[in-house]
């Protein structure tokens, strides 16, 4: 989260603001405002617009002025704000967007109206589904596609106010519609979205079904639950209330040891968290090498809290893995290159939480990049993720990742590896391999040899084939000739391409070693592995 935001609830300040823009001007000699107490705010209204619902909707005509204020004060003008409506079918009315204050709040005061709807129970259900998960419209009676993002450094709230008990798309109430509302609940808290409920008891017949399931959003996603009065009013003061509510923990991942949780990480590396490691139980161990065809556990370490936040966390720990090697891309819509093991939902307490994902069939050949990201709705991404995760892994810590493979050698029988050699950063690079070691080398009679393969081989040899402590040892194999520091320079990489690269350990010396291979792009680390040469 960032450093400014403030620890506890926020009290927000209302101010005489237009609804469409934001300036924060101050005249001279008059100090500026104080930072946004909040940060970048995401927000959708998710309304029950049937016939019942006539006091409420009046309610929120006469304050949408000033829940929209409030939001744009607080995140200092960077919001985005949107509005599904719902009776038995489901309108989107607003995409998040930003800076749409002005249309959501004309819709809200000049269409927005009461009407239809005529049974209970309604779509609450699915019409908090469309917002949380961006669903389509196809095959739904909903009129277009939900298309807005949520932003992974935002504070992202859903504000539900109906009367209804859920019904799904049949217009009939049971056990199955309060499992599809847990069922969105529940991954309102995976994608760090904080729901909160407003209930209008425009009748008591249903009252006892209604609160529990409303009551559950607020609970399972960190966020509260009010009843209005019957009448509806109330209505707007408790979304105001609801909005307050930004307090920020800070639950954090080692990128290395050095690390203390500081955004941006100032110490280089961010491929080498001590916080994730892959054991064959639940039970902890020291860390092994994935056992290829089993369920493997991924055991990674919550630290609370870090430096900009503080209290109990809770939100979403989510796991990934990619084949080893440097450069890997980020899309939150698909994953990138990296393909999804587990999640986990955890309340995370002061001290260190250890949560174990089950890895369930680990593919061959068995050797991978680890990614671990917290996701939370009152822990949100300081910056917004990219497409380059050693970008995102270095200036959020919510984010870690771990490349580290065990190879184990015979000393007369050598063992191979890979390194894939990509391209996240979005545009073409001249990229160095170095090949090194952060304390013991492997010595002796033992070898190093890379296989570029002959695609990158050319692209090595068309850049000038330069190399420092390398020396060619086959059609596209190079050999590590020092194995403190050999590098391959200025191989060029366009957007997009990822090489396999095969490595060869050959065992000397009895004893464990340690090799890494670090890809630069002008000078930068965009990722890295770490090999353990066991020699036995």
Same mark, same amino acid.
């Given at each position: ?100 204050? &002005?249309?959501?709040? =004309? ?11 005529? /049974? ?12 949380? /998960? ?8 909903? /009129? ?120 941006? =990480? ?5 491929? =080498? ?87 369930? /069939? ?33 200036? =959020? ?65 068309? &850049? ?73």
């Amino acid at each position: 989260m960032h450093p400014f935001r403030r620890r506890g609830a926020v009290a927000l300040a209302v101010a005489a603001l237009t609804a469409s823009a934001v300036q924060f001007l101050a005249p001279a000699g008059v100090a500026a405002p104080a930072p946004a107490p909040c940060g970048p705010l995401d927000v959708t209204f998710v309304l029950d617009d049937t016939g019942s619902m006539g006091g409420a909707i009046t309610n929120l005509k006469t304050g949408i002025n000033s829940i929209v204020n409030d939001v744009v004060t607080a995140s200092g003008g960077d919001y985005q704000f949107g509005l599904v409506t719902f009776k038995d079918n489901i309108t989107v009315v607003n995409d998040l967007a930003p800076g749409n204050a &002005a249309a959501v709040t =004309n819709y809200v005061t000049n269409t927005l109206a009461a009407g239809g709807g005529s /049974n209970e129970p309604e779509a609450s259900d699915e019409a908090l589904n469309t917002a949380v /998960n961006r669903k389509p419209a196809a095959g739904r009676p909903q /009129n277009v596609d939900f298309n807005g993002v949520w932003r992974t450094n935002a504070t992202k709230f859903v504000v539900l106010v109906t009367d209804a008990r859920p019904g799904g798309f049949d217009d009939a109430y049971g056990a199955a519609d309060v499992a599809n509302a847990s069922a969105v609940a529940n991954s309102a808290l995976a994608n760090g979205i904080k729901v909160s409920a407003v209930y209008v008891p425009t009748s008591a017949t249903y009252q006892a079904q209604i609160v529990p399931v409303m009551q559950n959003y607020a609970n399972t996603t960190g966020g509260l639950y009010t009843a209005a009065a019957a009448d509806g009013s109330g209505t707007a003061s408790a979304i105001r209330k609801f909005l307050t509510d930004c307090r920020q923990t800070d639950v954090w991942l080692h990128d290395q040891t050095t690390d203390t949780g500081v955004e941006t =990480n100032p110490n280089g590396v961010v491929w =080498n968290s001590p916080d994730i490691k892959v054991c064959p139980t639940a039970a902890d161990c020291p860390g092994i090498q994935p056992v290829v065809g089993a369920t493997n556990y991924v055991h990674v370490r919550l630290n609370n809290p870090g430096p900009y936040g503080s209290g109990t966390g809770l939100g979403t720990l989510k796991v990934y893995y990619v084949d080893a090697g440097g450069s890997t891309s980020w899309n939150n819509a698909t994953n990138g290159d990296w393909t999804f093991i587990g999640q986990q939902s955890v309340s995370v307490p002061a001290g260190v939480t250890v949560v174990k994902i089950p890895w369930v /069939n680990v593919p061959g050949p068995g050797h991978f990049c680890l990614l671990a990201r917290w996701v939370s709705a009152t822990d949100p991404m300081t910056f917004a993720e990219g497409s380059n995760t050693a970008l995102n892994t270095k200036n =959020n810590n919510n984010i870690a990742w771990r490349n580290f493979i065990t190879v184990r050698v015979k000393p007369t029988k050598p063992v191979k590896s890979w390194f894939t050699v990509g391209n996240a950063t979005g545009r073409t690079i001249k990229t160095d391999l170095v090949v090194g070691t952060p304390g013991k080398p492997l010595v002796g009679n033992g070898r190093v040899v890379i296989d570029l393969g002959p695609r990158l081989f050319e692209r090595w040899k068309a &850049a000038g084939g330069q190399g420092e402590g390398v020396k060619q040892a086959g059609e596209t194999s190079i050999e590590i000739a020092d194995p403190r520091r050999a590098v391959l320079h200025g191989i060029l990489v366009e957007p997009g391409e990822r090489f396999k690269t095969e490595l060869t350990f050959t065992g000397g010396t009895v004893g464990e070693f340690e090799q890494t291979v670090t890809q630069l792009s002008e000078g930068e680390d965009i990722g890295g592995v770490g090999y353990q040469v066991i020699v036995e």
